[in-house]
């Protein structure tokens, strides 16, 4: 079993940045894949990120291309996404996946094993 909890949401200007922090404890995970995905209200939750457990492979939605950056620190059991140039269509509840098969990397909730319980992002405009 894995637990996942993110940090570092809240609000921010558009235009503004946040660094959004999931920390892992229980099983081993770093050989897990890791993603991040959001939920707008009324709106079905989204794939944003995903970085393969090496953190030599990820893989964005179009919309936060060069703009958020997924990254990971195993030795710290921690995955990260730091997003930049946030826009109002940005606010959401970000979401902490983990995925046991690591042979590639999923962008389907279905996909994932673990989830964090989510940090709100809101940008006003």
């Known amino acids: 079993q894995v637990q996942l909890v993110e940090s570092g949401g809240g609000l921010v200007q558009a235009g503004g940045s946040l660094r959004l922090s999931c920390a892992a404890s229980g099983r081993t995970s770093s050989s897990y894949v890791m993603g991040w995905f959001r939920q707008a209200p009324g709106k079905e939750r989204e794939f944003v990120a995903a970085i393969s457990w090496n953190g030599r492979s990820t893989y964005y939605t179009d919309s936060v291309k060069g703009r958020f950056t997924i990254s990971r620190d195993n030795a710290k059991n921690t995955v990260y996404l730091q997003m930049n140039s946030l826009k109002p269509e940005d606010t959401a509840v970000y979401y902490c996946?983990?995925?046991?098969?690591?042979?590639?990397?999923?962008?389907?909730?279905?996909?994932?094993?673990?989830w964090g319980q989510g940090t709100q992002v809101t940008v006003s405009s």
């Open positions: 996946a983990a995925r046991r098969d690591p042979r590639y990397l999923g962008t389907q909730d279905f996909e994932y094993d673990y």
